[in-house]
């Protein structure tokens, strides 16, 4: 199966894996963008629902990260916690 995907006009295999080229953090939501063209927002709330970072922390806290293993984490430098990549594609109920 191959993707085509219009932005680029370039055809990828299946197992491509998009990367993490830009993420902010705005009105409470994660805004996550993906070198495919995707734009994922998830709210902070679910991210600390899911137990996916501890939830105590506040959306000022995000705001400080580095993107790390070559667009495969966000490190969120002030709260020390990594979110993969594949977790925001693949949404927070996979985890």
Request: aromatic residues 6%; positive net charge.
């Amino acid at each position: 199966m191959l993707l085509a995907l219009t932005k680029k006009n370039v055809f990828l295999k299946e197992h491509y894996h998009p990367k993490i080229i830009n993420c902010r953090i705005s009105k409470g939501k994660l805004i996550t963008q993906l070198d495919d063209g995707r734009e994922i927002i998830t709210p902070v709330k679910l991210l600390t629902k899911w137990k996916i970072i501890d939830s105590n922390v506040k959306p000022e806290q995000l705001k400080n990260y580095k993107i790390i293993g070559e667009g495969n984490l966000i490190h969120f430098l002030d709260i020390d916690e990594a979110l993969p990549t594949r977790k925001i594609i693949k949404g927070l109920h996979t985890c």
